[in-house]
């Protein structure tokens, strides 16, 4: 056991896996010498080697390219790129290639490759190092899409990302790098792909991932001293989604609000309210609400507190659901 | 003997949809090998020779030379030496540069197949293992019972009982998968049994007895006390509001009140209070015990609020002092406490003055009974937009009509009559009633 | 044989003068001319046995053979498309028989002749254009990859793949492992292509480019892909480039085995430009009068890969006339047993759409799998759709 800030766990996590894994490779823009911009793969060039630990070209198709090349060969290549917002020029190689080469050879090629994404907004930058791209992702077959609230679901997730046969997306919510937490190393206690109950309640289901987990357990403890019990979902895996806890939930509360920093329309707000609406039909007390970025380009950083998602705008949002 | 197979005109690569037969290449009862070109066929761009598609002897054509032909058409027939090849199928699809083209689109449903214990009435369970085809997942497991834990219903039956104010939990389901049904809610509504479409659900209680205790207790005691000491009587006055309405607006308008709920409300309790300024003998109470009629200084004016746990009337205490921003404050804080159960035991005592809002409900008017120890209470009921005489002519004006009971040992017609006029002047004109006076 | 449909006249002449036979042949090494004269070069030779010589010969024939295959069953309706590479024989195969056992192919989708040549069952470049699976194949066993129908998008899966080669240390002397990847012209544009010859250059990959251009990317010319030749660009990356006869199996061969030879000991990443036409339309179902013209074509008949290389076998007594017929024999009964297979290939059931999506479905999925199935069995067999 060891308090830790997310990137130290990220940063362990990725160490472990190159200890026990000698096909495991990292490779990213400055991910080597430098230890990357964020510092998650901090000395681990210098512990492990530059054919190890890989600086890439500033090139995003080739990072994910090659990173199928040699994962064609056998490696397990563990990719960086380095914002959320620069992972669109690989956007070919990821749902064209990484997602459909297995399927196109009928099962007979694997590709255990997993793509780290800083994402999210709230940390007060210009232009394209706040996105959250997560839907583009979720929404294409082939994939895994997966993200971490804390730093000990980091240290575990990276580590099961990384041991899975399949390509893993792996979002990584930056604005909470730097929040501590306990992390054992000792035993994992969820899968990959399986959703956590954060806090338990039966007034209304808040359903975050990421980022959004802090703002709805905070926005809980508010509404706790008013005298309601929300529960909180940690969603952490987008895609495959674990529907039974959260159906679960919402028969017991009847309620759900999904909290999202990506832009309403067509994010994963969207998937969940219709599938439970679908799946939970009769137990909906109220419809499944959202409370989600803007349907607006991320905006300026001094905009950025009206376009995230934040405690009032969840209670408002708990508030209108108790009204139905 | 061999087969006979009839080869259609194919398409030739370029998208187009006929052509003309150029020469002949074989004469029927020639002998032809697999990919000797049989034909010549001229398309608009090119002349192609089609090669063909078997060994064996080429029997007939379906077309003679400069005759034009769709592609899919008859071209030839021929004879082949045993089972020939498949035909491709028969399909009418235009190739295009990257596959064999759209089908045409069906308007006809496809016929399901009919067999014993086939595709499911019933439901099943969501999650299926992959080798066995099972019935399509349905959204609820199965619950015939009632089930323990909230009630199930969908949504426009939610609506329905909470309009006619019945606890789902309370009904027995009889709907599909456990659910309460719409004829099971209006039957609770009705007090009845519900005719089941089971028909086997009998042995719901004609009656049902719950306990007398909390808010519902205290609030009978506080009523019968009330309405068996105090003679009431009540006035009404039906106003023109417009005013206040517009007023309303441009207050909502102004940065003060940003943060502030400004509602018809917030008016009328300011109004309230202006009143009990200029008619203070409102303010008071009758101390039956010291033989003293107990005029207030401080206006703790009370608001009715309904809670999920009964009536309560908590007070903001020396409300008169508070500026029209603080009251707004006051007023949401106070109602949002109230509606949480948390009103502290301080502010539901000492009331002087309540104002009970029957509009929320779409009520008219009504005839309120007093809160222990308080000599007058008003009731607000819906502004409607209604025809009125304004300036001389029929209008379409906002208008509400205001009711305020009172304890008649105090309280005479009179003083009741102006005190309410003052507060329907207040609301017609704010502005000027202000200025006039303060 | 063979043969390329003949149109009739252009009624419009505006074209045809558009290239003249007395047009500039470009740079390129070239050991046997279209007349079948060989020619020597001071960097490159070829010295193979009789046997080796004529067994040149018939890969070039079987080659053309099952591409015309491919075309003719696409005119019967058995297949959706076919992209033929009539014109491209000498390229495919001189380039395919200068592979040792050890090397590792990542094709385009054009590439029936190097498959050929590598020993392997060419079923899989049918099975995709017939729209039964979508070409996968065992690409560990095979050394060849899955054709790639995304241009240019190969070039980067075989640059990482040759950084895993040297990074496995399988690079070095003459059983070192090189990695080759084809590609057309159009797609020396994509951006792709351009981070491959980055990569293989930065990582100094044991990948030789090998670039088809055959003169077109569907309808648009070279002039349209770049301002100074593929075989030139590479030197911008720091390797070398060779420009060699597409239609000169000689050649193509000895300039394939040298940049193969090359990345196989370690001296890195070069790119070859076969330079060769495109006979056929882009695929079966492409217009190309709606590009180009009769005479254009006539003069690159001129150049035919198999005419030329046949002339010179006759005439240095390499093979005679029992040997050619021979040869027409095999290939002919490869094309029956071909096409025997090619319709007899079943229909993929439905299940096929879901089982290889992942290594481990999730249950989602897995509910959806049983849902499919449940639907395509409750609908009565034979009724119309």
């Known amino acids: 056991m060891a308090t830790m800030t997310m990137i130290k766990a990220l940063n362990t996590g990725l160490r472990h896996i190159l200890e026990e894994d000698d096909k495991a490779l990292i490779m990213g823009e400055d991910v080597g010498r430098l230890g990357g911009v964020f510092r998650v793969t901090d000395a681990l060039q210098k512990d492990f080697g530059a054919e190890r630990v890989i600086d890439t070209p500033l090139s995003e198709s080739g990072i994910i390219g090659t990173a199928i090349g040699l994962a064609l060969r056998g490696y397990r290549p563990i990719c960086e790129i380095q914002f959320d917002g620069f992972v669109y020029p690989a956007f070919d190689q990821l749902v064209s290639q ?19 994404i800083p994402y999210g907004g709230g940390i007060g930058a210009i232009e394209h190092h706040s996105e959250s791209p997560e839907a583009y992702f979720a929404h294409t077959a082939g994939l895994k899409v997966v993200t971490c609230a804390d730093p000990s679901d980091a240290y575990w997730m990276i580590r099961q990302a990384a041991a899975s046969e399949d390509p893993v997306i792996f979002f990584e919510p930056k604005r909470r790098y730097h929040a501590k937490a306990e992390v054992d190393t000792a035993a994992a206690s969820l899968g990959l792909h399986e959703a956590r109950v954060a806090r338990t309640g039966t007034t209304a289901t808040l359903i975050a991932y990421g980022p959004t987990v802090d703002v709805a357990l905070n926005a809980a403890a508010a509404a706790a001293e008013e005298g ?27 309620r759900a609000i999904v909290v999202h920093e990506a832009q309403g329309t067509l994010g994963m707000g969207s998937e969940l309210a219709a599938r439970l609406s679908e799946r939970c039909f009769y137990s909906l007390e109220a419809p499944v609400l959202r409370v989600t970025g803007y349907d607006v380009p991320y905006p300026a950083s001094r905009l950025e507190d009206d376009y995230l998602p934040n405690l009032d705008r969840v209670l408002d949002a708990v508030d209108r659901s108790l009204e139905y | 003997m061999g087969q006979q197979i009839t080869f259609n005109l194919p398409d030739l690569g370029e998208g187009l949809t006929e052509g003309e037969v150029a020469a002949w290449l074989v004469e029927p009862g020639g002998e032809v090998k697999l990919n000797q070109p049989f034909v010549e066929v001229e398309t608009a761009k090119a002349l192609v020779e089609v090669p063909s598609p078997y060994d064996g002897t080429l029997a007939e054509h379906h077309a003679s030379a400069g005759e034009t032909l769709d592609v899919g058409a008859p071209l030839a027939t021929f004879e082949v030496a045993g089972a020939g090849p498949e035909e491709p199928s028969g399909d009418k699809r235009t190739p295009n540069l990257v596959g064999y083209g759209a089908k045409e689109s069906g308007a006809k449903r496809r016929r399901r197949r009919r067999e014993a ?89 004609a009656e049902e007895r719950l306990p007398i205790k909390g808010v519902r207790k205290l609030t009978a005691q506080n009523m019968v006390a009330s309405a068996f000491t105090a003679p009431h009587a009540t006035v009404f006055l039906t106003c023109d509001v417009t005013g206040m309405m517009t007023t309303l607006a441009e207050l909502k308008d102004r940065p003060e009140f940003a943060d502030v709920k400004v509602s018809p409300l917030l008016l009328v309790a300011k109004a309230v209070l202006l009143a009990c300024r200029r008619h203070p003998m409102i303010n008071a109470s009758w101390d039956e015990a010291a033989g003293e009629i107990v005029v207030k200084r401080d206006v703790n004016l009370g608001i009715a609020a309904a809670t999920p746990r009964g009536l309560v009337v908590p007070n903001i205490k020396a409300a008169q002092d508070l500026g029209l921003v603080e009251l707004a404050e006051a007023m949401g804080e106070l109602v949002r406490t109230a509606r949480e159960g948390k009103t502290p035991p301080a502010d539901m005592a000492g009331g002087t003055f309540s104002i009970t809002n029957v509009g929320v409900f779409g009520m008219d008017t009504g005839t309120p009974i007093l809160p222990p120890g308080e000599s007058a209470i008003l009731v607000f009921g819906a502004v409607r937009p209604q025809p009125w005489v304004h300036e001389g002519e029929i209008a379409v004006r906002q208008i509400t009509t205001l009711g305020l009971s009172f304890d008649h040992r105090l309280v005479d017609g009179e003083l009741g009559s102006r005190f309410l006029a003052d507060v329907g002047a207040f609301l017609e004109d704010p502005g000027t009633a202000l200025l006039a006076w303060t | 044989m063979g043969s390329v449909d003949r149109p009739r006249p252009a009624k419009k002449t505006a074209k045809s003068r558009r290239k003249s036979a007395s047009a500039n042949e470009p740079e390129f090494v070239q050991l046997l001319t279209p007349e079948g004269q060989r020619r020597s070069h001071p960097d490159y030779d070829v010295n193979f046995t009789d046997e080796e010589y004529r067994g040149l010969y018939r890969d070039l024939v079987i080659t053309r053979e099952l591409d015309a295959q491919g075309t003719a069953l696409q005119r019967q309706g058995q297949l959706g498309l076919w992209p033929s590479l009539l014109g491209q024989e000498a390229a495919q195969v001189g380039s395919g028989r200068a592979l040792a056992p050890q090397d590792t192919v990542f094709p385009a989708y054009r590439e029936l002749g190097v498959q050929w040549c590598r020993g392997l069952d060419v079923i899989s470049a049918f099975s995709l254009f017939r729209g039964v699976d979508l ?15 995304v241009i240019a998008s190969q070039t980067l899966h075989a640059a990482g793949y040759a950084m895993g080669v040297a990074k496995d240390g399988a690079v070095g002397g003459e059983d070192g492992e090189a990695v080759i990847v084809y590609h057309g012209d159009g797609a020396t544009a994509e951006g792709d292509f351009n981070e491959a010859l980055v990569w293989a250059g930065v990582f100094n990959a044991p990948l030789v480019f090998f670039c088809q251009n055959n003169q077109y990317a569907i309808s648009e010319p070279n002039a349209r892909q770049f301002r100074v030749p593929p075989y030139q660009r590479a030197g911008g990356f720091g390797m070398p480039g060779t420009r060699v006869d597409g239609n000169d199996v000689l050649a193509s061969y000895a300039v394939t085995k040298a940049a193969l030879d090359r990345a196989r000991t370690g001296e890195g990443p070069s790119l070859v430009e076969a330079f060769t036409y495109r006979m056929q339309p882009h ?24 005419l030329r290389y046949r002339s010179w076998l006759e005439a240095e007594s390499l093979a005679d006339a029992d040997y050619f017929a021979a040869v027409d024999q095999e290939a002919a009964a490869e094309v029956r047993e071909l096409r025997q297979r090619v319709m007899d290939l079943p229909d993929p059931d439905v299940t096929e759409m879901f089982d290889a999506v992942y290594v481990d479905p999730p249950a989602p999925l897995r509910a959806e799998r049983a849902e499919a199935v449940a639907f395509r069995a409750s609908l009565d067999e034979g009724s119309e759709s």
Request: aromatic content about 4%.
């Open chain 3, 135 to 149: 070409g996968g194949r065992d690409t560990v066993a095979d050394r060849f990859q899955m054709y790639e129908i």
């Open chain 3, 283 to 306: 695929t079966t179902s492409d217009d190309a009068t709606r590009y180009r013209d009769e005479a254009e074509l006539d003069y690159w008949r001129a150049k035919d890969p198999i």
């Open chain 1, 98 to 116: 990484l997602a459909k080469i297995p399927n196109r050879s009928g099962g007979r090629v694997r590709l255990p490759v997993v793509v780290r």
């Open chain 2, 117 to 205: 214990g086939a595709a499911s009435a019933a439901p099943s369970v969501p999650e299926v293992t992959p080798p066995a085809p099972a019935s399509p997942p349905v959204p609820e497991p199965p619950a015939p019972a009632a089930p323990a834990g909230p009630a199930l219903a969908k949504p426009p039956v939610r609506k329905l009982a909470k309009d006619l104010g019945v606890d789902l939990r309370q009904v027995t389901p009889t709907g599909p998968n456990g659910t309460v049904s719409r004829a099971d809610v209006e039957a609770a509504s009705a007090g009845r049994a519900p005719a089941s479409a089971q028909g086997e659900r009998s042995g719901v209680a």
């Open chain 1, 228 to 254: 309601l019990e929300l529960e909180v979902v940690d969603l952490r895996s987008l895609s495959p989604i674990d529907w039974e806890p959260l159906e679960a939930s919402l028969r017991k509360t009847g």
